[in-house]
Nanobody, 132 residues
Framework: QVHLVESGGGSVQAGGSLRLSCVAS????????MGWFRQVPGKDRLFVAA?????????????YYADSVKGRFSISRDAAKNTVYLQMSDLKPEDTAVYYC????????????????????WGQGTQVTVSS
């Protein structure tokens, strides 16, 4: 079992920045993919970004991004802290959503990282609100 806790959400004006954090605990030894998804009320949960690594504390991993956030968001990890970050810059009102951190229970291919059903563990979500 892997437990995920997000933090860092809040309210910002358009053009601003936020950094979300996701701390993983529990049986994380088989975790090689972590991702961020977001959801607005009444709509599906959508892929935002993911990081896939092969193992080792020094492995930064390969990032994947939804087209809507490319060039504005950056995903990274601190293996020593079991933490994945989502740095969000140039935020837009359409980025407003609840952001969820997710962890897969094993390896995923690059074609699978954007599929929410591939992720076994989810955090509770953190609200991001961007005002115009």
């Amino acid at each position: 079992q892997v437990h995920l806790v997000e933090s860092g959400g809040g309210s910002v004006q358009a053009g601003g920045s936020l950094r979300l954090s996701c701390v993983a605990s529990g049986h994380t030894s088989n975790t090689y993919v972590m991702g961020w998804f977001r959801q607005v009320p009444g709509k599906d949960r959508l892929f935002v970004a993911a990081l896939r690594w092969s193992g080792g504390a020094g492995s930064g991993g390969v990032p994947y991004y939804a087209d809507s956030v490319k060039g504005r968001f950056s995903i990274s990890r601190d293996a020593a802290k079991n933490t994945v970050y989502l740095q969000m810059s140039d935020l837009k009102p359409e980025d407003t959503a609840v952001y969820y951190c997710a962890a897969a229970s094993g390896l995923l291919s690059g074609h699978e990282v954007n599929r929410q059903y591939e992720y076994a563990y989810w955090g509770q979500g953190t609200q991001v609100t961007v005002s115009s």
